[in-house]
């Protein structure tokens, strides 16, 4: 939902850092691989209860994120990117809410299940989408340049970034925040799957 007027304010500044840095030569699939790394990080430090260093290390891991896709338009965009940058990406989004359960199992089990689950049914049905867009040649730039079909919904990025910011923050209130989110998740799986059974009949 807040991914349009959040892209519009930090596009320009992200635009110019990828270009600076394919002029020198870095690679954006490198540049996927340390955000990577940063949110493995993150999630190693939510399991030791360091809660503001881990909020610290998703903020750089999300800029790694954003500026992955820069640096490729900048030099070379290819396939291989695309599929690795959605794939560490989904991989990190499951991490945090995993590094919340193991730090407190009785306190976040539940509500961490929860919100995984959310997570499971809003990613395929993403790239189920995708995928179907793909096959009838349909393409969209609500997003800007991506190498998927992207949709928006009530839960995107931004949205993200914030819960696991505010997770992070206030990590008594993980249980309530999780299951609020996961609900947000869980529309916007909904809406993607109204949308689908219109397009693709």
């Known amino acids: 939902m807040l991914d349009g007027p959040a892209r519009a304010l930090i596009a320009p500044a992200l635009e110019r850092a990828g270009a ?4 020198l030569g870095v690679c954006a699939d490198g540049v996927t691989w340390v955000g990577f790394a940063l949110g493995l990080a993150a999630f190693a430090a939510i399991w030791a209860d360091g809660f503001l260093v881990a909020g610290g290390l998703i903020l750089l891991s999300r800029l790694c994120d954003g500026l992955d896709g820069a640096v490729a338009r900048h030099s070379a965009r290819t396939d291989r990117g695309g599929f690795l940058d959605i794939v560490l990406d989904f991989a990190f989004y499951g991490l945090v809410p995993l590094g919340f359960v193991l730090a407190d199992p ?10 995984l689950f959310s ?3 809003n990613g395929s049905s993403f790239l189920a989408y995708a995928v179907m867009a793909e096959k009838r040649g349909l393409s969209t730039a609500i997003r800007g340049q991506k190498s998927l079909y992207f949709t928006a919904g009530l ?5 993200t970034l914030a819960a696991f910011l505010l997770f992070c923050l206030f990590p008594a209130w993980f249980p309530a925040i999780a299951l609020v989110f996961a609900a947000m998740t869980l529309v916007t799986a909904g809406a993607r799957l ?4 219109r397009t693709f009949r």
């Open 20 to 23: 600076r840095l394919a002029a």
């Open 106 to 115: 009785q306190a976040n089990g539940v509500a961490g299940a929860v919100l």
């Open 194 to 197: 109204v949308a689908a059974l």
């Open 155 to 159: 839960a995107e990025a931004t949205e």
């Open 119 to 121: 997570f499971y049914v």
